[in-house]
């Protein structure tokens, strides 16, 4: 890699090609952060979850505690959200509640909107990957 190729960003990051469409978006403030709950598969000395979050199930949309699909798609139109990432603790963890959200996040808001998983991988195969790209 040359590092002329590397650009020092005005987002206080460094860049190597471009920016992916949901960086983009998150830079931004177009995405919504969807914290599916505290519980992870692994037992990281540097985990960077708050103790208030670490292993708890509450689920968040921009830090507004939700409990329903319908409370997700109020605060995507609230924020006028063109996408999502899906963090946690592991969302894979809460894999049905990560698949539903991530399915009616793109029948009410369409192709377009985009979304992204952060993911560990002791939970990550295929037929859960797949499962998660088909929609």
Known sequence: MKLSKIINTKFDSFLYGNLPAGCRQCVKGEKLVLFVGGKC????????????????PVCFANEREIKSTKELLDEVRLGSSKGCGITGGDPL????????????????????FHIHIYLPFPL????????????
Do not use: P
């Open 41 to 56: 598969s692994r037992a990281c000395w540097y985990c960077s979850l708050s103790d208030n979050r670490k292993n708890s």
């Open 93 to 112: 963890v809460y894999f049905k509640e990560t698949l539903r959200y991530s399915k009616e996040l793109k029948k009410k808001f369409g192709e377009k």
């Open 124 to 135: 990550v195969n295929k037929e859960r990957i797949k499962k998660l790209s088909k929609d």
